[in-house]
């Protein structure tokens, strides 16, 4: 069913360019021809959803297959979300302006914990099922992925299926089984069925669980010939796999409008509360000269002056020097902009940072994370207070001004000594300032230093630490605001709100989906937009559900204690996890893979060459 309406509505809500699609290098192909409709649906805004580079190696990916047509849809703000139910017209795919009713998968990306209620709006907005028994023959499978994915638990309710790990692979596993299936027409149950017999997909609908008195999990049941572990899936040659270089041009500005270069996956540093960092392991690198031709054709086909490079850690890259000096003879010459993401202080290169800035200059960005060199150590964050304030140095009298500093508050083991450490830390950046000679100093210098709350993670050595709760963060943010008194730094905080949410659902089970479902009926969608969080209503829909949030974030666990999370696989063993935990309590720090391979599990996958024999 096509919504012949949309055009009549796009003048009557903010930024249309939303929901018009046509963009260029968008997909369109003949549906009656097609065998599998496959619909990206991204749960939050058009700007956010297509600055995303998983987006746009997936819709390629798919769209590759002659027999599936892949298209998108993102969560609508929410005039349009009032049109649309105002007028009855069911959300819709920008490349066809179908319903998504009438496709026969929705995939969502699972980027952050906060977006889950927009999973819910978006469906109830297309008119499907929200849950996953009342779908039957007719409905649309709806499947995740994403990191997220690597605790799926809380979304059991509402999702088909979940794939777990890197998609490029798997997800054409999954559209080759439907077609299958399609073809058999088989009972609905029959592809799910099929589904766990395929690494990295979780089924939950073939799986029970059941708890203690004291609410842990007492053991998980798998049915029906399911896998007892879900292992994650890894591409191992990134050289083999899609880069998408034709990528979609938005007609509208989004929140990173420019090529995206994904130099490698992974990471070699360890820090303990990164989760990216150990689910992505191992570190699997591009080759410079395949990066360079993908940049170029990406350029030259769509337009951008601005080309960045994607990763966990980009300065530890092995052909970064020779990367960027090709990249940079080529974006120089044609008045392209290279911008760098957040740097490592201990390694900045200042060369490659003032040609990296050569076309347009802007300010540098650190992260830190911790106040003191003792939480530092605790994290394992590998940086040293003498490494950020020599690099500063370096950047002032090289002609910056402007610095970000990023840091953590509410990490575990943490005193308001390392709190305040953040504005020592701070002002000691500020003294850097003023020891460069007047004549080479520039001018307005600024200092932004900001904090995140601390969310503790699946996958991390502090996955079994409790959370601080809103009192303890909002204590900490008061603290350094009270003690931030210089014109030249700025304070910005984020929502302890908004974090303690996170918390929960990061670690939650199947049990908070009535929760979820409770909240989205009063109103919550749009949560990771503040002026749309409606903390009183997810407290309410806690409460009257007789679930206890501070169960889920506010305890420390065990380590013999079953953890929803714990039948995935991700590669790193959960004796490697516990050990980090002991080290981070005696703030003692473990070398990155470069430097010795330190056990973590992921040797076992032929492609590990950080660390051990293949280093």
Same mark, same amino acid.
């Given at each position: 069913m096509k919504n012949l309406s949309i055009e009549k509505i796009l003048c009557n809500v903010e930024k249309p360019a939303r929901y018009t699609g046509n963009e260029l290098h968008s997909v369109k192909k003949d549906k009656n021809t097609t065998d599998v409709r496959f619909c990206f649906c991204f749960p939050d805004t058009y700007e956010i959803g297509m600055s995303h580079l998983g987006l746009r190696v997936l819709y390629q990916v798919l769209n590759d297959l002659d027999y599936v047509w892949c298209e998108r849809s993102f969560m609508p703000w929410v005039d349009m979300e009032a049109i649309l139910k105002e007028r009855n017209i069911p959300l819709f795919a920008l490349e066809s302006q179908d319903s998504l009713a009438c496709f026969d998968i929705l995939g969502f990306t699972l980027q952050y914990e906060m977006s889950y209620t927009n999973i819910l709006a978006m469906l109830d907005m297309a008119k499907v099922p929200l849950t996953r028994?009342?779908?039957?023959?007719?409905?649309?499978?709806?499947?995740?992925?994403?990191?997220?994915?690597?605790?799926?638990?809380? !979304?059991?309710?509402?999702?088909?299926?979940? /794939?777990?790990?890197?998609?490029?692979?798997?997800?054409?596993?999954? /559209?080759?089984?439907?077609?299958?299936?399609?073809?058999?027409?088989?009972?609905?149950?029959?592809? !799910?069925?099929a589904l766990t017999k395929i690494e990295g997909v979780y089924v939950p609908a073939f799986y029970e669980v059941e708890y203690n008195e004291d609410n842990t999990i007492k053991r998980r049941i798998a049915k029906d010939g399911a896998p007892e572990i879900v292992r994650k899936r890894l591409i191992a040659d990134l050289d083999k796999v899609v880069h998408p270089e034709k990528i979609m041009v938005p007609y509208t500005e989004i929140v990173h409008d420019r090529v995206a270069l994904e130099i490698f996956r992974g990471c070699i540093r360890g820090c303990r509360f990164c989760q990216a960092g150990f689910i992505y392991r191992p570190v699997r690198e591009r080759s410079a000269d395949h990066l360079v031709d993908i940049a170029k054709h990406s350029l030259s086909c769509t337009g951008y002056d601005e080309i960045s490079l994607a990763s966990l850690s980009t300065s530890d890259y092995k052909e970064l020097k020779e990367l960027t000096d090709k990249l940079m003879d080529y974006t120089q010459k044609n008045k392209i902009n290279f911008s760098l993401p957040s740097l490592r202080v201990d390694n900045f290169d200042l060369e490659l940072a003032k040609k990296a800035q050569?076309?347009?200059?802007?300010? !540098?960005?650190?992260?830190?994370?911790?106040?003191?060199?003792?939480?530092?150590?605790?994290?394992?964050k590998n940086v040293q207070e003498e490494d950020l304030l020599n690099t500063s140095y370096l950047a002032f009298s090289n002609g910056w001004s402007t610095i970000k500093l990023y840091f953590m508050i509410g990490l575990p083991y943490?005193?308001?000594?390392?709190?305040? @450490?953040?504005?020592?830390?701070?002002?000691?950046?500020?003294?850097?300032?003023?020891?460069?000679?007047?004549?080479?100093?520039?001018r307005g210098l600024r200092i932004t230093v900001s904090t995140s709350s601390f969310v503790p993670k699946p996958f991390t050595p502090f996955m079994w630490a409790r959370q601080d709760t809103m009192e303890e963060l909002t204590e900490k943010q008061e603290l350094l605001r009270n003690e931030m008194r210089s014109k030249k730094i700025v304070y910005n905080w984020h929502d302890s709100n908004l974090s303690i949410l996170e918390g929960v659902f990061a670690r939650g089970d199947r049990r908070l989906g009535k929760v979820l479902l409770s909240a989205y009926q009063?109103?919550?969608?749009?949560?990771?937009?503040? #002026?749309?969080?409606?903390?009183?209503?997810? /407290?309410?829909?806690? #409460?009257?559900?007789?679930?206890?949030?501070?169960?889920?974030?506010?305890?420390?666990?065990?380590?013999?204690?079953?953890?929803?999370?714990?039948?995935?696989?991700? @590669?790193?063993?959960?004796?490697? !996890?516990?050990?980090?935990?002991?080290?981070?309590?005696?703030?003692?720090?473990?070398?990155?893979?470069?430097?010795?391979?330190?056990?973590?599990? /992921?040797?076992?996958?032929?492609?590990?060459?950080?660390? @051990?024999?293949?280093?």
């Open positions: 028994e009342a779908r039957g023959d007719g409905d649309p499978f709806v499947c995740a992925g994403g990191p997220c994915a690597v605790n799926p638990e809380p !979304l059991a309710d509402f999702i088909d299926f979940f /794939m777990v790990g890197e998609g490029e692979e798997v997800i054409c596993e999954v /559209m080759a089984a439907y077609r299958d299936w399609k073809k058999a027409a088989l009972p609905r149950i029959e592809y !799910l069925r050569a076309v347009r200059k802007s300010g !540098l960005t650190f992260a830190p994370e911790a106040g003191t060199q003792r939480l530092r150590d605790v994290i394992n943490e005193t308001n000594e390392d709190v305040l @450490g953040i504005k020592d830390l701070a002002y000691k950046t500020q003294d850097q300032y003023y020891k460069v000679p007047p004549e080479k100093r520039p009063k109103g919550c969608r749009l949560d990771g937009w503040h #002026e749309h969080f409606k903390y009183d209503k997810w /407290m309410e829909a806690f #409460e009257e559900n007789g679930v206890d949030y501070t169960f889920y974030n506010h305890r420390q666990r065990s380590y013999d204690e079953n953890l929803p999370w714990d039948f995935i696989d991700v @590669g790193v063993t959960k004796e490697f !996890l516990k050990k980090e935990n002991e080290k981070a309590k005696q703030a003692a720090v473990t070398p990155n893979c470069r430097e010795k391979c330190s056990g973590c599990g /992921m040797t076992k996958f032929a492609f590990c060459d950080e660390g @051990g024999k293949k280093q």
